[in-house]
């Protein structure tokens, strides 16, 4: 079975890469243009894309027509693990990888999907996973895969959208939840009591539909985007962790590049950090404006007390053993870190839980 699904894999990794450069639009450019391709996990208009989009204007204008960037949406190079393979062999150049996918091949990483280590103040959030030491400390992980990590940013919170009530554990005994594959994932939602469900994010709308799941999590800007609120009967707003992505590069495709270019590419990864924290912000408040307005009778739970929250944080915490023990020892090491970045955040920005 294992063998039939890995052949499988390489068969559309083959595939793409024939459709890529074929002849089409899309394909090999002039000697004059060379052309940089960028795939993300989600959908036009969504926050990966607006980062994407805007990485592809400032690269184009600054380097004067001479790199084109093409932008590849959800579904259009295959599944988040097509596309990261993709980029492993550098037919593509740029790809957002979420941890839910990536952590199958970079465990490390799953740090990002545990519940509870982040603060409440997205400001703080974003201070502590922009940390240069945090970073540091991950990047020779990316490089082990032969991935060049450029970013990581948050893409708001993750919100629950359910046909019953969830404002404590209790509540989710039974749940049968859509997550992603993530071992993490699997294991925070048994602390809760739930029955995770890993599905593919185009299959979510129709298993809330059909009563195949009750549940499934996401940012906003996503519930609105791909209609899972439709077939859902509460939202509910934890704050137990943002949506949290890194966008990575092929790490042979970087060193090849002049100093002048390899300059530029991490200049506008700066600026992309500030621009995508303010987008995503907009687009998580605007999608819910819209949500509200489509559908009025949507019953949104935002005012889970301290105590209730407390308590799935409290159950949360075994996931931090369960991250360890499937890790070993370099997880630890990246747990601690990234607990010692969000401490070092709170510094800067005067933070205090009371």
């Known amino acids: 079975m294992r063998n039939t699904l890995l052949a499988r894999t390489g068969l559309l990794v083959v595939s793409v890469i024939a459709l890529l450069f074929a002849g089409c639009d899309d394909g090999l450019l002039s000697d004059e243009v060379e052309q940089w391709r960028f795939a993300i996990e989600e959908t036009r208009g969504s926050v990966q894309d607006g980062y994407a989009q805007r990485f592809k204007e400032l690269?184009?204008?600054?380097?004067n027509g001479e790199?084109?960037?093409?932008?590849?949406?959800?579904?259009?190079?295959?599944?988040?693990?097509?596309?990261?393979?993709?980029?492993?062999?550098?037919?593509?150049?740029?790809?957002?990888?979420?941890p839910g996918h990536?952590?199958?091949?970079?465990?490390?990483?799953q740090v990002l999907l545990l519940h509870f280590t982040l603060t409440d103040d997205e400001e703080v959030n974003k201070t502590a996973l922009s940390d240069p030491q945090f970073q540091a400390a991950l990047a020779p992980l990316y490089e082990d895969k032969g991935f060049r990590l450029l970013s990581v940013y948050p893409e708001g919170w993750m919100v629950w959208t359910a046909n019953r009530m969830l404002r404590r554990p209790a509540d989710?005994?039974?749940?049968?939840?859509?997550?992603?594959?993530?071992?993490?994932?699997?294991?925070?939602?048994?602390a809760y009591g739930a029955a995770p469900t890993p599905l593919s994010y185009g299959e979510v709308y129709s298993a809330l539909q059909l009563?195949?799941?009750?549940?499934?999590?996401?940012?906003?800007?996503?519930i609105q985007e791909m209609s899972f609120y439709e077939v859902s009967d509460y939202m509910i707003f934890g704050n137990q962790a943002?949506?949290?992505t890194t966008s990575l590069t092929?790490?042979?495709?970087?060193?090849?590049?002049?100093?002048?270019?390899?300059?530029?590419?991490?200049?506008?990864?700066?600026?992309?950090?500030?621009?995508?924290?303010?987008?995503?912000?907009?687009?998580?408040?605007?999608?819910?404006?819209?949500?509200?307005?489509?559908?009025?009778?949507?019953i949104i739970v935002d005012d889970l007390t301290e105590e209730e929250r407390d308590a799935f944080?409290?159950?949360?915490?075994?996931?931090?053993?369960?991250?360890?023990r499937a890790v070993g020892p370099s997880g630890e090491v990246i747990l601690e870190e990234l607990l010692a970045s969000v401490e070092r955040a709170k510094e800067t920005h005067g933070w205090d839980e009371e």
């Open 211 to 222: 009563n195949m799941i009750d549940a499934q999590v996401n940012p906003v800007f996503a």
């Open 313 to 324: 944080r409290q159950a949360s915490l075994i996931t931090r053993d369960v991250f360890v």
């Open 242 to 244: 943002p949506f949290i």
């Open 172 to 190: 989710f005994t039974g749940l049968k939840i859509r997550t992603m594959t993530s071992p993490m994932l699997l294991a925070a939602y048994r």
């Open 59 to 63: 690269i184009e204008e600054r380097t």
């Open 67 to 98: 790199v084109e960037v093409k932008v590849y949406p959800y579904g259009t190079l295959g599944t988040s693990d097509h596309v990261t393979e993709l980029v492993r062999m550098g037919t593509v150049q740029f790809a957002m990888a979420s």
């Open 102 to 109: 990536l952590g199958t091949m970079i465990p490390e990483v």
């Open 250 to 298: 092929n790490h042979a495709f970087f060193e090849e590049q002049s100093p002048d270019r390899q300059t530029l590419i991490l200049e506008v990864i700066d600026e992309l950090d500030e621009y995508i924290h303010e987008l995503q912000k907009d687009y998580n408040q605007s999608r819910m404006d819209i949500i509200r307005d489509n559908k009025p009778d949507l």
